[in-house]
Nanobody
Framework: QVELVESGGGSVQTGGSLRLSCAVS????????LGWFRQAPGKEREGVAK???????FYAESVEGRFIISRDNAKDTLYLQMNSLKPDDTGVYYC?????????????????WGQGTRVTVSS
């Protein structure tokens, strides 16, 4: 059974940085399409970034140039480095996987999810 556990959330001021981690068990991350999502208060969950098995990455326009998604295959861990944070980045961040080597178009097809970690950015 695949399990994803996020950590690294917290409270920062505008312009600050945070690094989120997602520990994956039950399967090797090297064989998975992985992604980060977030849900702001009162809004729907949205895709933030994804990484394919061949390390191709894709970012939502709102975070392009500020966030970096990466993974450590040896540690079976997914990361999201978040820089130049803005209040609009506030929300609960989730990691997820398609349970497949392949990423679908956009941020669709993600089937297994973590429990989330909260990020708060104050102005």
């Amino acid at each position: 059974q695949v399990e994803l556990v996020e950590s690294g959330g917290g409270s920062v001021q505008t312009g600050g940085s945070l690094r989120l981690s997602c520990a994956v068990s039950g399967v090797s991350v090297s064989n998975l399409c992985l992604g980060w999502f977030r849900q702001a208060p009162g809004k729907e969950r949205e895709g933030v970034a994804k990484i394919a098995t061949y390390d191709a990455t894709f970012y939502a326009e709102s975070v392009e140039g500020r966030f970096i998604i990466s993974r450590d295959n040896a540690k079976d861990t997914l990361y999201l480095q978040m820089n130049s944070l803005k209040p609009d980045d506030t929300g609960v961040y989730y990691c997820a996987t398609t349970l497949s080597r392949y990423c679908n178009i956009g941020f669709t097809g993600f089937e297994s999810w973590g429990q989330g970690t909260r990020v708060t950015v104050s102005s």
